[in-house]
């Protein structure tokens, strides 16, 4: 089963030597899960200053700059797995560095027939 892990944390937590650690830490997960076959796809994201929302209400198309809603907590990032069950998708959350400081929500994936492939 494809799972979504969506890491969330301040991305004001972390200094510029910290932020090249996790990012280190990261790929070396990634690594680790493209040889055991589970790895789909993962990236960090740009910081929530780069972020536009886009919204549509009464058939008119909304731009806003920034996130969608005001939290303490910023999506940072993901990993695309395929995990055999939620037991092992949980194991795998909690290697991803973003855990210790913040939180990773893991979700399964609703595969919809006909959609691309890459």
């Given at each position: 089963m494809k799972y979504m892990l969506l890491i969330d944390g301040d991305e004001r937590a972390l200094d510029e030597t910290e932020r090249e650690e996790c990012y280190g830490e990261s790929w070396q997960l990634?690594?680790?899960?493209?040889?055991?076959?589970?790895?789909l796809a993962a990236s960090p994201l740009h910081p929530t200053s780069t972020a536009t929302s886009v919204r549509v209400r009464e058939g008119k198309r909304l731009v806003t700059d920034g996130p969608f809603a005001e939290t303490r907590?910023?999506?940072?990032?993901?990993?695309?797995?395929?995990?055999?069950?939620?037991?092992?998708?949980?194991?795998?959350?909690?290697?991803?560095?973003?855990?210790?400081l913040g939180t990773v929500e893991v979700r399964p994936i609703v595969e919809l027939a006909g959609l691309p492939q890459q």
């Open positions: 990634a690594q680790e899960l493209k040889t055991s076959g589970q790895y907590e910023q999506l940072g990032g993901y990993f695309l797995i395929d995990a055999s069950d939620l037991d092992e998708a949980l194991g795998i959350a909690s290697r991803i560095p973003g855990a210790r």
